[in-house]
């Protein structure tokens, strides 16, 4: 749980078949202050359930410095 933000929201973005077994799913989530974090999670089908999440982004500051992460 982030001690930060008590509103913590999960919000889905977008989904996308990744093969016979699996979906992608991109999800913003509770970052640092704020529901700012995206992250892929992939369900399996076959388990009805998340196997693996994986952070693609995020950015927070505070104190006049930032934190800024990304992938591709």
Avoid: H, W
């Avoid at 992250?39 to 399996?44: E, K, P």
């Avoid at 076959?46 to 950015?59: A, C, F, M, N, W």
Wanted: hydrophobic share 35%; aromatic share 14%; with cysteine.
């Amino acid at each position: 749980m982030n001690q930060y933000n008590i509103n913590e929201e999960y919000a889905a973005c977008y989904k996308f078949k990744i093969d016979d077994n699996r979906v992608g799913l991109i999800i913003r989530c509770p970052g640092e202050y704020s529901s700012t974090a995206i992250q892929l999670a992939l369900y399996d089908l076959g388990k009805d359930r998340v196997t693996r999440t994986i952070y693609l982004s995020d950015v927070f500051g505070d104190a006049g410095e930032t934190l800024n992460y990304s992938s591709f």
